[in-house]
């Protein structure tokens, strides 16, 4: 029957709909900013919204996104509600972003290689009939006021 191969459809669609979440939830700049202040500790919705020059109904709304997006959860007592980070969705959205690392390894390994053979080329040069100047103390310059020139006899 169907039934099995139509489950792990389901199954799949659910895990990429908390991917897009999670995504979508990290996409806005206030969202992660809220983010950082809770890999501190736990804190208060009013804590959280304290750095942000938005109310504190835009900062619920920002919460409520992270929270439907299952990165933060969030205890209510009466009217005071605290926030806590639940990295595990975070986690599963950088697995996914870490199967494309090979792409940037290979790059990585081109541009080590072109270094390594532009310093080869570099080395294998001979060096020009310029001669190095030593390098001056700090401070003195070539002449300091000074005439150079060699006193007439």
């Known amino acids: 029957m169907m039934m099995p191969l139509h489950v792990a459809t389901d199954i799949r669609d659910d895990a990429e ?9 990290l996409s806005d700049p ?9 890999d501190e500790s736990d804190r208060l919705v009013s804590e ?9 109904q835009a900062v619920s709304k920002h919460i409520q996104v992270l929270v439907r997006a299952g990165v933060v959860t969030q205890e209510r ?4 509600s ?11 959205a950088a697995v996914w972003i870490n199967r494309y690392s090979k792409y940037w390894q290979e790059q990585f390994d ?3 290689l072109a270094l390594v053979d532009d310093d080869r080329k570099r080395s294998s040069k001979p ?15 070539t002449g300091q006021g000074r ?7």
Not at 48 to 56: E, G, R, V, Y
Not at 77 to 80: A, L, P
């Open 147 to 153: 005439d150079r020139r060699r006193p007439k006899p």
């Open 77 to 80: 007592s009466g009217r005071i």
């Open 127 to 141: 060096q020009s009939g310029r001669r190095l100047r030593a390098a001056r103390p700090p401070g003195r310059s």
């Open 30 to 38: 206030v969202r992660r900013a809220i983010l950082g202040r809770l």
């Open 48 to 56: 959280l919204a304290a750095p942000f020059d938005i109310s504190l």
């Open 82 to 92: 605290r926030c806590r980070l639940d990295a595990g969705p975070i986690l599963d």
């Open 17 to 25: 709909t908390r991917l897009d979440a999670v995504f979508a939830a």
């Open 110 to 112: 081109l541009l080590a």
